[in-house]
DNA sequence: ATTTCAATCAGTATAAATACGGATGTTATT
DNA sequence: AATAACATCCGTATTTATACTGATTGAAAT
């Protein structure tokens, strides 16, 4: 049976060095490199290619966790990042769930949760315990509040420019004159105080309007 | 002790009849309507104010069950929503988190977990299973794989057309000619395969970019 | 050494969006 | 009954964006 082969990456020295000892109680597990930000950490990956897991804290410098939560992403490694961070709030673990972190732990879990996670992750599972998943659900509900202040003509018409139908093939689509569709269009940039479409899109995602 | 009062909203008769009776079983429910789609449920709504909980499926006619909790959503009830439904794609339940669902069900979930799903959500918290919480997290980060299709001074150009920025003030801040920011905003555009801007902020944002 | 590609700039023409105006009938709300 | 909000429509002028074709440089890859 092969060890479960990680890396650890916190900017934190005593935390780096209390998680490597706590690992070594464990036969499965090969601790292979400490690293303490992403530049580091990527440079470990190159000379080893069989590395397993990563445990990575969200806040380093120079390179963050999502930072490297995303380059691991873009590039096809097998290396699954677990997360181990000290903020509980849901807009970080949406954010590492987003891009790509096979689980999301808190500081205080203890050694026994830790240990099942690194075992269920090395399996190829991402594992997200009830209440970390229920603070991102959480989060992403309260995301979206307003719904009100567009009429719904204008909730239809900012669906169809979201597609890219110009104003006039909208026009044409709701039997309307293509004035009317730029009447529209001027008042949902105007409600939503953007500057033009391109921002207007970017801010009807975010506040889920398409 | 004041009963659970809900409501079952559901389009096959067969299972709203026989949820209903599988209900009558537990002394702290009451089921006090059956309704087979969106608008029958308003109604029902309107009539009685005290609804504590919905059981929603999402696939109905004339106003399904995203638009329900949309509206739920919008409106101040503390009417609170618990899909139930035989899809298990996580692009379903986490449509039905984002638009407020405090639950998510499969059809053949047992009973035990049904009521037990019931009485969390009536003391307003919300509740989603493991295997759920995890569909809805793989769906997420499937969601982005694309990264490396944009140059870097493309995804910084597309960072600040999302911001509202004309091409000539982008131009601008980067030090060089308009031209070279038309150039580049047409090759954004053609990489992604939208036909203009509204269209590649909204794909941007879908694919994690921006 | 050659190819490939990102980044830069250019001309010309058309299409579309934005900024100002202003108007009318309908529907909710109070 | 009055008011507000909405959806619909129109004009003019200016600014932006898009389409097409084409070019140069330098860096990276093969």
New binding site residues.
């Given amino acids: 049976m092969k060890p479960i082969k990680l890396i650890i990456a916190d900017d934190h020295e005593l935390f780096r060095n209390g998680l490597n000892e706590l690992l070594k109680k464990y036969d499965d597990v090969q601790v292979v490199a400490l690293v303490e930000d992403g530049n580091e950490l990527f440079q470990e990956l190159e000379k080893h290619k069989d590395i397993a897991i990563v445990l990575l804290d969200i806040t380093m410098p120079n390179m963050d966790g999502f930072q490297v939560l995303n380059a691991l992403k873009s590039q096809n490694t097998n290396v699954k990042p677990i997360v181990i961070s000290m903020h509980d709030e849901g807009n970080y673990i949406a954010s590492c769930a987003k891009n790509g972190a096979y689980s999301y732990l808190l500081k205080n879990t203890d050694q026994d949760k830790l240990i099942k996670t690194i075992r269920i992750v090395n399996g190829g599972k991402k594992y997200f315990q009830p209440q970390i998943a229920e603070k991102m659900i959480n989060y992403m509900s309260e995301q979206s509040v307003s719904e009100n202040i567009l ?4 909730k239809e018409v900012l669906g169809l ?1 979201s597609k890219g139908l ?4 909208i ?1 044409k689509q ?4 293509s ?2 569709i ?6 949902i ?1 105007k409600k939503l105080e953007v ?4 921002e ?1 899109i970017k801010k009807a995602t975010e506040i889920n309007l398409i």
Same sequence: chains 1, 2.
Avoid: D, G, Q
């Fill in positions: 009429s719904n003509k204008e420019i110009t104003t006039k093939e026009a709701l039997f309307v004159s004035r009317t730029e009447t529209h269009r001027a008042n940039i500057k033009n479409t391109a207007l």
